[in-house]
């Protein structure tokens, strides 16, 4: 089983859509969870990073982690086509390396 | 946007050649890292740099191998290129903690 599952999609949404992704992870060690945005041909980069349980907002992203049910949530608020890409979530335990999920392929459309 | 640098960008080779892929930070970071990428899967760990002169392989085995002379260059050396080597290699950096890494833009390898 893998450490973090995320469904490939692709999801597919009309432009000023809400956009929600998610992870689920199985190793209640981890402490860190990122979002990285991954568009066509280049590499990844952050987006969101949270520490422990709760909320975090940016802008139009908000990042939720919910430890008790090792699942973590991106949402993206008035989706624009430049949001289009790749969206990985990668989480940590203290002292260990990254580990990312196989991202979500997202689509959104004018 | 991050300073971090990979060459070639893509590189089609044949097997059995030895090839060194690039890989500079401008920013300074102490950290560095190769990770291997096949589309649609995850980031794989493949090599990971501390500092200067000190180097561990990552989670996945390779069958590359890095050096760390210097702060800013971290390149990735494949003795003998095989099929099962087509991949992309993405080089990342860090400083302090390792949870946000900037990422180059990778160099897309095919050994036919």
């Known amino acids: 089983q893998k450490e973090v599952e995320q469904d490939p999609g692709p999801l597919s949404v009309p432009e000023g859509a809400i956009v929600s992704l998610n992870c689920t992870y199985s190793?209640?060690?981890?402490?860190?969870f990122m979002w990285y945005r991954q568009y066509s041909r280049k590499g990844p980069e952050l987006l969101m990073y949270?520490?422990?349980?709760g909320n975090k907002e940016d802008g139009r992203f908000t990042a939720q982690v919910d430890k008790s049910s090792k699942y973590i949530s991106l949402f993206i608020r008035d989706s624009q086509p430049s949001d289009s890409a790749t969206y990985l979530c990668a989480v940590k335990a203290a002292g260990n390396k990254l580990t990312f999920g196989g991202g979500t392929r997202v689509l959104v459309k004018p | 946007e991050a300073d971090i640098y990979q060459t070639p960008r893509y590189l089609v080779i044949g097997t059995g050649k030895k090839i060194t892929l690039e890989c500079s930070q401008t920013?300074?970071?102490?950290?560095m890292y190769w990770y291997q990428q096949d589309p649609g899967m995850e980031l794989h760990l493949i090599h990971y740099s501390y500092g200067v002169n000190s180097t561990e392989k990552g989670d996945l085995s390779s069958e590359s191998t890095v050096s760390r002379i210097r702060t800013e260059h971290f390149p990735l050396t494949l003795e003998s290129a095989r099929p099962s080597h087509t991949s992309q290699y993405l080089c990342?950096?860090?400083?302090?903690?390792?949870?946000?890494?900037?990422f180059g833009p990778g160099t897309r390898l095919t050994v036919t």
């Open positions: 990342a950096s860090s400083v302090g903690g390792e949870s946000e890494q900037y």
């Open positions: 920013m300074g970071h102490d950290k």
């Open positions: 949270t520490y422990s349980s």
């Open positions: 190793n209640s060690a981890f402490q860190y």
